[in-house]
């Protein structure tokens, strides 16, 4: 019995542009998400979303049905978009601390809680620039962007239980940064 989702892929692969426009539709938000953790603008993220699906269209024919299934394969093509863009060079400045969730969560009257929110946001961004490369790709993928294990691990060429290994050193480690920091 095939998914809704195998359904769509399957429609996309005959060049049906409805579909197309369905999976990218789905798939947007996290890339763009995903992109603009690691490049300089918004535009740059958009532009390499773009290249991305791009490159899916032209290259649906390779893909086979696997555990990360389609949402793998996809930012598996993203990473790559990503990387190329750093070897040009088009990142030029940081990606802005609000990208990864600098914002309140809950609105109070008191503005002390709005001090001590910023602080805590502040010292979790800290934390979490003290983390290797890796260690921020990883969560960002499982965390920000939301992939799960198998799909993260398409992307980073390892398993899925690797992948869990790998996050929960990472969530120590940025335990033990952020402890340090208060």
Do not use: K
Request: aromatic residues 8%.
């Amino acid at each position: 019995m095939t998914t809704e989702l195998e359904q769509l892929v399957d429609r996309a692969r005959t060049a049906d542009p409805d579909a197309w426009e369905a999976l990218y539709r789905r798939a947007y938000p996290r890339l763009f998400a995903y992109a603009r953790r690691r490049l300089a603008t918004d535009e740059q993220a958009e532009d390499a979303v773009s290249e991305a699906m791009t490159r899916a269209m032209h290259g649906i024919g390779g893909f086979v049905w696997t555990r990360a299934g389609i949402d793998g394969w996809l930012f598996g093509i993203a990473r790559n978009v990503v990387f190329e863009t750093y070897r040009e060079g088009a990142r030029a400045t940081p990606t802005e601390p609000s990208a990864f969730g600098a914002h309140r969560s809950a609105q109070s009257d008191d503005p002390l809680d709005g001090v001590v929110n910023d602080e805590d946001a502040r010292r979790v961004r800290a934390a979490f620039a003290r983390l290797t490369a890796d260690e921020r790709h990883l969560l960002e993928l499982r965390l920000v962007v939301g992939l799960d294990a198998a799909q993260a691990g398409a992307v980073l060429g390892r398993r899925s239980g690797a992948v869990r290994t790998a996050q929960s050193r990472a969530l120590q480690r940025l335990r033990r940064e952020y402890a340090g920091s208060v």
